[in-house]
């Protein structure tokens, strides 16, 4: 069994890593949001009144799949980091659930999305609160030799 990298004496794993969280953040929800786009002519526009709980479901999915599918979603990956479980290991599709579960109880109750912030913004390992649950963390990209 290995352990993710340690901060102390491989820093360079976690440069950043709260900065680029952020931007990848916002890139997933314009990802999200142009997906939401694209389904509301299909609903006849019923969806309009349901928009932001259609943003939470497709969002939803796509974090799942984009986890599960490369331990990283498309805004993480433009950033260039990824998510290992605490054996140092991609992410699989059970733990990506688990993480976009997480996430969602999260940005669903505000004071749990505030200590997230903070956490990912304090901790050593940049980790926000459904990482420290799951035991994940969000690192820089290994370069591939």
Known sequence: MTLPPDPDTQPEFYSGVATKRLFAWV??????LIACLVVLPFTAF????????????????YRVATL???????????????????????????????????????????????????????????????DMVLGTVALNRRKEI
């Open 46 to 61: 019923t969806d309009l009144f349901f928009f932001p709980l259609m943003m939470l479901v497709i969002g939803f999915f």
């Open 68 to 130: 599960s599918s490369g331990s990283s979603t498309w805004g993480m990956r433009l950033m260039g980091m990824e998510l290992r479980t605490q054996n140092d290991e991609p992410l699989d599709t059970g733990t990506a659930f688990l993480h976009t579960v997480g996430y969602t109880i999260s940005i669903s109750v505000m004071p749990l999305q505030l200590i997230s912030i903070v956490l990912m913004a304090t901790t050593a390992r940049c980790q926000g609160l459904s």
């Open 27 to 32: 890139v997933d929800a314009i990802i999200i």
